[in-house]
């Protein structure tokens, strides 16, 4: 889809407002990510994970504010492209405590989501299970219409089509629930689907009520590692590429125990030793943080967990565990003001005008100004946005100051600001 005056309104108010990416439009003003995203391509999402069953886990690290949004909304676009499910979990103590292994589980599946066009995406992004369930059927049923399979021999195709995904699935009450959830569809049993839904989302389980669905215990810490396998499966089965799993650590997490912490840690070496294992297939897996440090400590935990990322991705490494976001950047200035430049066609898309090259004066104020408050609390590539795109609001209403850079950037600039 190209930007378009509406699309582009979108992207200035969300960044210039809040230095985040939208859901649709980063592209515009994605700068300097080219080599390691087409390694992350070529290497694993066409090759490795779709092609060849493996599974992978990197971890992302970059300040708050230093760009890990923009790079998994990245890598959740290429993923598509190859006909991945994405499942994008926003990390928070409160609502997505990753400390404890079901909860993953359930942040997982409800954020699941199929592959969007950008149409569908600029739409409103439907995630979770039951939309994701829904669409399965619908397309499902599609497909044996197209196959000239009629309404007498559609049931035994069904039960047939649903015996072969429950013996690809490793978890039986997990293969039980989506194969009755899709026969609740096709009868339209609605309570029946709801019923399954509570159990799947790990909002309750009822032994009576869920046994008449093949479903025998409940989820808990027990199990979920291995909901989780047969959530990929399952995802395999239906005809995706496999399942890319973006962990966004949108909110500190120091308020943990040191219990807690050590839990969280513990998890993620567990999906990490999981990808060495054969019945872990076709996923990834990217967990992003700002920093290092949350990897310090003194127990067997830390140490564990250290040793097995102490690899670093790059281009001759491709195996390498850790994407720090920091090294992509050989020259920070130029980069920001590669982004700015980019940030100022959209500016001038989205409101009908056109800025004379002198601008490009305060892009470079601006760019070195905040390149300069690196150490701070928040990321210089925010500070950067949201700065220049008040510039530009500036210049747009006042045109006569344009070429007096230097005033701008003191209007932009002053303690409370950047």
């Not at 230095?19 to 980063?26: A, I, N, Q, R």
């Not at 040793?307 to 565990?321: A, C, L």
């Not at 905040?370 to 510039?391: C, P, S, T």
Request: aromatic share 12%; net charge negative; hydrophobic share 40%.
């Amino acid at each position: 889809m190209n930007l378009n005056p509406q699309i582009a309104r979108r992207i200035i108010e969300t960044v210039g407002g809040y230095g985040t990416p939208p859901e649709y439009g980063f592209q515009f003003f994605t700068a300097g990510l080219d080599e390691y995203l087409n390694i992350i391509h070529q290497e694993y999402l066409k090759t490795y994970i779709k092609e060849e069953g493996g599974a992978a886990v990197k971890i992302v690290i970059g300040a708050y504010g230093g760009g890990k949004t923009h790079f998994l909304y990245c890598i959740r676009e290429l993923s598509w492209q190859e006909n991945f499910a994405i499942s994008y979990v926003s990390l928070s103590p409160e609502e997505t405590p990753f400390h404890r292994l079901e909860s993953v589980y359930r942040s997982i599946i409800n954020n699941l989501t199929y592959p969007l066009s950008s149409a569908e995406l600029l739409k409103g992004m439907e995630k979770g299970i039951e939309p994701f369930l829904t669409t399965w059927y619908e397309r499902q049923i599609d497909t044996f219409k197209e196959a000239g399979i009629d309404e007498g021999q559609l049931e035994k195709e069904i039960g047939q089509y649903l015996y072969s995904i429950e013996r690809s699935i490793e978890n039986i009450n997990f293969s039980k629930a989506v194969t009755n959830a899709f026969w609740a569809l096709h009868h339209e049993k609605e309570e029946e689907f709801r019923q399954i839904l509570q159990w799947l989302k790990l909002e309750g389980y009822d032994r009576e009520m869920h046994k008449k669905f093949g479903i025998l215990v409940p989820i808990d810490r027990s199990n979920a590692f291995s909901m989780i396998r047969s959530l990929v499966q399952w995802v395999k089965s239906i005809g995706y590429s496999g399942l890319i799993i973006l962990f966004d650590e949108v909110e500190q997490i120091s308020s943990l125990s040191t219990r807690q912490r050590e839990l969280v840690l513990s998890n993620l070496r567990e999906l990490i030793d999981a990808c060495v294992h054969t019945s872990f297939r076709h996923v990834m897996i990217f967990y992003a943080l700002p920093d290092e440090r949350f990897f310090e400590g003194p127990s067997h935990v830390y140490e564990a967990l250290r040793q097995r990322i102490s690899s670093v991705f790059d281009f001759f490494n491709p195996s390498g565990v850790k994407i720090k976001l920091e090294k992509i950047k050989d020259d920070p200035i130029g980069l920001l003001e590669d982004i700015g430049n980019k940030l100022r066609h959209i500016y001038e898309t989205a409101y009908g005008i056109r800025f004379d090259n002198e601008i490009n004066n305060m892009i470079g104020l601006i760019a070195q100004e905040a390149y300069e408050r690196r150490f701070g609390d928040i990321g210089y590539m925010r500070l950067f946005v949201q700065a220049v795109i008040k510039g530009f609001h500036l210049i747009r209403h006042n045109p006569k100051i344009a070429s007096d850079a230097e005033s701008i950037y003191k209007m932009l600039s002053g303690p409370e600001e950047m």
